[in-house]
């Protein structure tokens, strides 16, 4: 059922990092997301990731992985927050070297740093002539956060989202950091995590992404997921392909849930269909109540 027991110490394997990338409006998030995206070749499969699921896992050369969540901006991570949502362990802050550390840089710095969630400085439109990277790292020590070419703790690399330079780079430091928060999930256990996006597809029905946090999600599991419910009909990867199972860190695409939860809803296993639909038309009865009374106030 829905009780969360804790994971014993042995049970423990590591997981890849969730990261989202956030800065200011124009800084070259969208960019830098898509040109991951473009790039990534999954060892065996030709060709970059077409689809928009909401998130994606991307392998590096070395084999280490890292899952992005696809949504740039700060907007999805506050409002993931505000439903209980942790979800990101790492975030980029893109601020572009051309330009200043603009309000909603500083906005997603605060916000990082009260989800207690650690940064990666993507310095950005280094290719051009006006891009001035070392304004950039002074103004970020003058905020009191030191990047290691400034004596600091703090990555920070220098990038292109056009060209592609040292966006590589910019994703080992990613992995590096990650690796200090020492990431781990247990795979072996009925799964949960968190609704990323969902909607209603003519042919399909409710397509829902989520991110698997801990245990292993199977097709033919039922699901509870905020105030919906359903069987896993099917699941799909970023790159369109069908998959049976999906582990910690991973997100998928499911079908079967009987509609679109919110981003940010919850997600666990059932192992009874009855109890993941009753707390489900308990919830949206809840809700229902709910406005109800605000409309009366
Ligand atoms: P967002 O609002 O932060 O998502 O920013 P976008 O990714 O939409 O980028 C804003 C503009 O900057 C677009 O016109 C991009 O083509 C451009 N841009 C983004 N990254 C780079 C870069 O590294 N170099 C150059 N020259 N332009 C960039």
């Keep these: 059922s829905i009780q969360e027991v804790e994971d014993a110490p042995e049970d423990l394997k590591e997981r890849a990092p969730i990261v989202t990338v956030m800065g200011h409006v124009d800084h070259g998030k969208t960019s830098l997301l898509d040109y991951i995206r ?3 070749v999954i060892a065996g499969e030709s060709g970059g990731i077409t689809q928009h699921i909401g998130a994606y896992g991307v392998q590096l050369e070395n084999g280490q992985k890292i899952a992005f969540l696809d949504t740039p901006g700060h907007e999805a991570f506050t409002a993931m927050r505000a439903r209980g949502a942790q979800v990101t362990d790492l975030a980029i802050i893109v601020v572009a070297a051309d330009d200043d550390i603009m309000p909603q840089t500083k906005e997603a710095i605060s916000h990082a740093q009260a989800a207690g969630v650690p940064i990666v400085f993507a310095i950005n439109k280094i290719d051009r002539p006006s891009a001035n990277p070392e304004k950039i790292k002074e103004g970020l020590a003058q905020m009191n956060l030191l990047v290691e070419d400034w004596g600091g703790k703090i990555q920070s690399h220098d990038i292109s989202a056009k060209t592609g330079e040292g966006v590589k780079e910019l994703l080992e430091k990613v992995l590096l950091e990650a690796e200090l928060l020492e990431l781990k999930a247990n795979p072996d256990k009925a799964a949960n995590g968190t609704v990323v996006e969902a909607f209603l597809d003519k042919g399909r029905g409710y397509v829902s992404t989520i991110l698997v946090q801990g245990g292993t999600l199977k097709v033919g599991d039922y699901v509870l997921a905020g105030q919906h419910s359903g069987k896993v009909k099917a699941m799909q990867d970023e790159r369109g392909k069908k998959v049976k199972t999906a582990g910690p860190s991973i997100p998928v695409s499911i079908l079967g849930l009987d509609g679109a939860p919110q981003a940010g809803d919850k997600f666990s296993v059932f192992e009874d269909e009855r109890e993941a639909k ?15 009374r605000t409309q009366r106030h």
């Design 278 to 292: 009753d707390i489900a038309s308990r919830r949206t009865q809840l809700q229902r109540e709910q406005s109800v």
């Design 38 to 40: 473009k790039e990534n």
